[in-house]
């Protein structure tokens, strides 16, 4: 079967390869412009403030608007595992999460191992299905610890999504389309300056998957019908010549979403939920002096969440659809930062201050509460940093060295219902340094290091949790541990780059390393589980990315790329009770992207395959609960857009293009195929 997948890989990639080539024989469009690569490209994630990414020492990839319309999904998820070659998990009813650098993928709970920013302000969202990407001007990824700027969750990595700012001549879209499982949408977006002071942007987009997926065997999935809709709301504002404010709004709604369970149950324990997230936030920039930027943020987010089930229990009996739970999560933060810069160096000084709130509610059949599986709970986390970038050299080499002090507060709140635990608060602090150096030769080849701690506190329900379900006539009991400590790390990492603009080649090897101490893992014993710090972990691995487009060195008024990114993890295992290792479940040994790029300003099409390696998990279908080793797979995306009369455009979107029958969690496999059109009018 894999054979007969790859033999199609191979002829999908020729074919479109051959149809590429023989655009090449005719004339270019009217206006072409001739395509060259950028290594100035300026990213914010790495030190809070704007450097130029080949000055970085530390490891950060770009997915840009041109990428993000050129690949299928327009979930967060889709976009990091396709462009990325980042872990992540998802599963059927907008439920999604990812992991970097060998850490499990995450999708639910307000503590992870890897932090999502939306433009440097946590996004407020433990579901990362209901992030998208409409209006996203660029997502910058970066790849290690970054505790010692954004504090806990940041361990593995941070992903920070840049949104769009018009701020010339008024400018906007439409867009209508038709695809596979009946499904259709509509967006639009429009911005620009309104007048000398105030520009804005607005978007919305709307999605109704009317019919169910078909797998790659051609059979229904049942249950996996959804609609969303959302919308982005930005006004900025000139505030003299050396001050900017801006205020955005986001709101994101999830109808009916269809939720059908482990395939192994097969219909019977299926249901429905409805999602909501809102978010505002306004930032405040200016020079205070001619050396120094002062910055201040503040957002506020709200995440609500409603679960209905189809079922009584196991086994199923017919009765009416009933609401089992719903949960409301909070985040409220402020953010002061000052820039201030002394010849061509740079110190960041900052201070952050967040705090979230979580309830959550459990239903019985008849509508009357019961306890929910976790107390609810508080988090409050205030913390200052300082960030030093230094330029020697005459620039050729970057020393970035800096940390940051938190402080927190967890705690747990009495809940009602739940009185089989005592609420309490752990206060606990902790330092976060990180350095790097990065050496820029002028051949365009770099070297860079960094070095860096991380840490991440236990959840409320680690702390205090308690929770029993039944299993095989069996009670299991899951209680929380109040002795915890936060998990850390230490992660190192060295690479070795190219890329210089007249080449149209650009490559990059990075090795990493981390060791894990106070890991927080699960442990069984007889019918109980808890939690407990864990000797220690230890993961490594090579992040690897090439690109060339070999229309720059030709001098050609179009673009032809190919491209190839992964992440083949060495090692990732976890230390057991026993002094044993084990290997950490739910991380693939490798994933890699690779592909083919087209761009000529009137067509484009960008020809992705996506292969994931082998991963552990376990299989809680099977008495006992075994370890088994899940397959290997590769997946084909195919996207073309063919623009004409100036305004128009067509886009032809293809998922899955060989209909690969595959899964990346147990008992929740992926679409087949799916072929959506849609047409496009700018403005």
């Known amino acids: 079967m894999e054979e007969i997948m790859f033999k199609g890989l191979h002829k999908s990639a020729i074919a479109l390869a051959m149809a590429i080539c023989c655009l090449y024989c005719l004339p270019g469009p009217a206006g072409a412009q001739e395509k060259t690569a950028t290594l100035d490209e300026m990213v914010v994630t790495g030190t809070r403030s704007e450097e130029k990414i080949k000055n970085l020492p530390v490891k950060i990839e770009t997915i840009d608007s041109k990428q993000i319309e050129l690949t299928t999904g327009n979930t967060l998820t889709e976009q990091l595992k396709k462009n990325a070659s980042i872990g992540v998990i998802e599963y059927p009813g907008a439920l999604a999460g990812i992991g970097i650098r060998g850490f499990r993928p995450e999708f639910s709970g307000i503590t992870k191992h890897s932090l999502i920013l939306i433009d440097g302000m946590p996004a407020g969202a433990t579901n990362l299905a209901t992030v998208l990407t409409d209006n996203i001007e660029r997502i910058e990824v970066l790849k290690g610890p970054a505790s010692s700027l954004y504090g806990g969750e940041a361990m593995g990595g941070v992903v920070n999504l840049i949104t769009k700012k018009s701020t010339g001549k008024l400018n906007g879209n439409v867009e209508l389309g038709y695809g596979s499982f009946d499904t259709n949408f509509q967006k639009g977006a429009i911005g620009g300056r309104i007048n ?3 520009d804005f942007d607005l978007s919305g987009e709307r999605y109704d998957q009317q019919d169910d997926f078909k797998m ?3 059979s229904k999935r049942a249950n996996t019908k959804y609609k969303t809709q959302n919308a982005n709301i930005r006004l900025g504002a000139d505030l003299g ?16 979403i269809e939720t059908p369970g482990d395939i192994f149950n097969e219909d019977l324990k299926s249901g429905h939920k409805d999602i909501d997230h809102y978010g505002l936030d306004m930032n405040v920039s200016g020079q205070i002096a001619e050396n120094m930027q002062l910055e201040l943020a503040a957002y506020r987010t709200q995440e609500l969440s409603e679960s209905y089930n189809n079922y009584a229990g196991w086994p199923a009996a017919t009765v009416p659809t009933f609401r089992s739970y719903d949960s409301e999560i909070n985040w409220t933060g402020f953010q002061i930062k000052d820039i201030m810069t002394w010849k061509q160096h740079k110190f960041i000084l900052g201070a952050d201050y967040q705090y979230i709130d979580k309830e959550s509610r459990s239903y019985n059949q008849d509508g009357t509460r019961k306890a929910p599986y976790s107390p609810d709970e508080t988090r409050k986390n205030k913390a200052g940093y300082l960030e030093t970038v230094w330029k020697l ?3 050729r080499m970057t020393i970035t060295a800096g940390g940051r002090y938190d402080t927190f507060d967890v705690g747990t709140k009495p809940t009602p219902y739940k009185t089989d635990f005592t609420p309490r608060t752990e206060s606990f602090s902790t330092f976060s340094p990180r350095a790097g150096a990065n050496y820029l030769f002028d051949s365009g080849a770099r070297i860079h290091t960094t070095i860096g701690k991380a840490f991440v506190p236990p959840t409320a329900a680690q702390l205090a949790g308690y929770s029993t379900r039944v299993v095989g006539g069996v009670t299991m009991v899951t209680t929380g541990n109040p002795n915890l400590d936060p998990e850390s790390s230490v992660t190192w990492d060295m690479g070795i780059g190219y890329a210089k603009p007249k080449t149209g080649f650009s490559a990059d090897v990075t090795y990493f390393h981390t060791d894990v101490d106070d890991k927080i893992t699960s442990e069984t014993t007889g019918n109980t589980t808890t939690y407990k710090n864990s000797l220690s972990a230890e993961i490594s691995g090579l992040e ?3 690109s060339y487009d070999i229309g720059v060195p ?3 008024d179009r673009s032809l790329s190919f491209f190839i990114n992964g992440t083949r993890i ?5 230390q057991q009770t026993t002094g044993l290792m084990k290997d950490i479940h739910n991380v693939s040994k490798h994933v890699v992207n690779y592909g083919i790029r087209y761009d000529d300003g009137m067509f484009d099409a960008k020809l992705t395959c996506r292969s994931q390696g082998k991963m552990k998990d376990t299989d809680w279908n099977t008495a006992g609960y075994p370890e088994i080793e899940y397959p290997g797979f590769t997946v084909v995306d195919l996207v073309t857009g063919m623009s004409f009369m100036k305004h128009h455009k067509l886009i032809l979107k293809i998922d ?3 209909d690969h029958d595959y899964y990346e969690k147990k008992g929740y496999p992926k679409p087949g195929r799916g072929i959506f059109l849609s047409y496009r009018y700018t403005f």
Do not use: C, H, P, V
């Not at 060495?570 to 976890?574: K, Q």
């Open 656 to 658: 899955n293009l060989l």
């Open 544 to 546: 690897y990315m090439a």
């Open 554 to 556: 030709l001098k050609w």
């Open 570 to 574: 060495f090692s990732a295992e976890e």
């Open 196 to 198: 000398d002071i105030f």
């Open 216 to 218: 790659g065997n051609g």
């Open 393 to 395: 050299m005459d620039s």
């Open 241 to 256: 010549d050396l001050w900017r404010m801006d205020l955005k709004t986001n709101i994101y709604q999830g109808r009916d």
